[in-house]
């Protein structure tokens, strides 16, 4: 469906145009955005800038998640020294939830108008400072508010991450980016505390300072060696369209203008911009061409008009799925650290810390299901008959139906097998279901908000990073209380029957998905006008 213009809806792509033997094996892929002819554009880079800046937005986004999932490891040393008892946990974790979602919305202005670099060097400064007062514990408060810290360093791989994958990769990458994204995350989440618990067997402190280490030597690495992604495509696209793009462009303004209108060339024949400096490439700040002054109003503005996102149906499904999945995780990381120490497992602090692996496995498994795997069958759904190469945001969303049966089936096998004494493999196998949905949940469901509203991917994840979080404060304040209430099975079951009833809304995206965007159409131009006009 075409909007007003004759042009098609966002998240509505000619992902194929036919060839001249009209064989769908002869269509080319439209590349989407369409690149410019700058050296300066990231899309130009070449494959080893590429893989290096994302490896190192990777690296952060697992290094993130690690800190913030340590803090368990440390629970027996500091309850042994400090007589902080295990309750406190919930509560530091709570504050580290509210900490990640919002300090993610309050950051939201700063890629825009200053760069990205300067979010990820801040971000590892609250790392740093955080990780440190983790090191130098001594009461309770210490405890609870220097997760406010370590959960502002997250922050950055909440929405900037994805923002700075999509800067680098064409759309019909995107599943396979924002599964790397998810790996990167699974990873963090799920080694993190099991790198924590063997460094606590001799002193849980360390646990602080290796993240201290860490984080201190990133800074160095990310300050010399992250380039600036951040460049305005819409800005200098009609001044310099390479190749295919400068056609599309081209007819499209013929188009507009009507048939005898006559449309310049000069622009498109203007020698490409000037390569930007090593210095420059680095620089803590890259202003954006419309700030004025120090961008102080600007910025307030911009964070006003990013709470838009939450009247976007795509923006709240996002982030029920994977808020549900960061809820589901306090629940099975909660019973492993307190029902696996007591009989008849009786297992030590490393025993614990490997019942991740199982949950990595899974997850890995689903960062393929949800990421590579699902750029293959939107190329595949564009290619069905009736189609012609058109692709739908909507597309991605079958692949999530696997989901909403493995990953409340995981959910329930675990927690019964824990509640009934199971030793190898139930609980296991439950954690291993688990991770699939972990793994492919967000990746699928984000993508499709990426996929939707596609010039709006940082405040669009700003708006799941905000659901996410305060999903999962809430449901880790209430997590204790339900085990205590219902017992392990009961309460497995009940958030099982929960999963399942969150991931099939999956349904209504899939069928009202399209009618949404078209609905969400104007307001969706609208907050792309104010967020980069000049007032």
């Known amino acids: 469906m075409a909007d007003e213009n004759g042009q098609l809806l966002p998240g509505t792509i000619q992902m194929f145009v036919q060839g001249d033997s009209g064989d769908l094996r002869d269509q080319e892929l439209t590349l989407t955005p369409p690149p410019t002819n700058s050296p300066n ?31 368990g490891a440390a629970g027996d040393g500091m309850k042994d020294e400090l007589g902080i008892s295990y309750g406190v946990a919930n509560t530091a974790a709570g504050v580290l939830f509210l900490a990640i979602g919002y300090w993610t919305l309050l950051a939201s202005p700063m890629p825009w108008l200053y760069g990205r670099r300067i979010q990820y060097l801040i971000c590892i400064l609250w790392s740093i400072i955080g990780s440190i007062w983790f090191a130098r514990i001594q009461t309770v408060q210490d405890s609870i508010w220097n997760q406010m810290f370590v959960g502002a360093s997250e922050s950055c791989a909440e929405a900037l991450a994805q923002l700075s994958l999509s800067d680098l990769f064409f759309q019909h990458r995107r599943g ?28 849980w402190r360390w646990v602080g300072w290796t993240s201290v280490i860490i984080s201190g030597c990133t800074l160095v690495v990310f300050y010399f060696g992250l380039e600036e992604t951040s460049f305005h495509r819409e800005a200098i696209l009609g001044r310099h369209v390479g190749g295919r793009a400068s056609q599309v462009l081209d007819e499209e303004k013929k188009t507009e203008a009507g048939p005898d209108a006559r449309i310049s060339t000069e622009s498109l024949n203007q020698p490409p911009d000037r390569k930007k400096t090593y210095r420059e490439r680095i620089a803590l700040i890259t202003p954006a061409p419309n700030m004025y002054g120090w961008g102080i109003q600007q910025y307030f503005q ?14 709240l499904y996002s982030g029920l799925q994977w808020g549900a999945q960061d809820a589901w995780l306090t629940f099975y990381l909660t019973v492993e650290e307190d029902n696996y120490y007591d009989p008849p497992w009786n297992y030590s602090n490393q025993a614990v810390a490997i019942m991740n692996i199982p949950t990595l496995i899974g997850a890995v498994i689903g960062c393929i299901y949800g990421g590579w795997f699902s750029d293959v ?8 008959p009736g189609r012609n190469g058109i692709s739908e945001a909507e597309d991605r969303l079958w692949l999530l139906l696997a989901s909403a049966v493995i990953n409340p089936a995981g959910l329930m096998l675990f927690g019964i097998g824990s509640a009934k004494d199971w ?44 659901i996410n979080n305060s999903l999962a404060c809430i449901f880790t304040f209430t997590c204790s209380y339900w085990i205590d209430a219902s017992g392990l099975a009961g309460t497995f079951i009940g958030i099982g ?20 965007r078209r609905w969400t159409y104007q307001k969706y ?3 792309l006008y104010l967020r980069d006009g000049e007032q």
């Open 525 to 527: 131009q609208r907050f």
């Open 302 to 315: 911009r964070l006003y008009y990013t709470l838009r996102v939450f009247m976007f149906p795509a923006v």
């Open 497 to 516: 029957v929960l999963s399942f009833a969150f991931q099939m809304t999956t349904v209504p995206m899939m069928i009202w998905g399209k009618t949404f």
């Open 423 to 466: 030793s190898w493999p139930g609980p296991y196998i439950g954690l291993a279901m688990t991770g699939f949905g972990f793994g492919c949940a967000g990746d699928l469901s984000m993508a499709y908000l990426m996929d939707a509203y596609p010039d709006m991917v940082l405040e669009g994840m700003v708006g799941v990073a905000v």
């Open 377 to 384: 069958f939107v190329r595949w759904m564009a290619k069905r």
């Open 176 to 203: 396979l980016v924002l599964g790397l994204y998810i790996l990167a995350t699974s990873i963090g989440t799920f080694l993190g505390p099991l790198v924590a618990g063997y460094i606590a067997i001799d002193n």
């Open 41 to 71: 554009d990231p899309l130009n880079w070449s494959p080893w800038r590429k893989y290096w800046h994302a490896g190192l937005v990777l690296f952060i986004t697992a290094l993130t998640a690690a800190t913030s999932n340590d803090a």
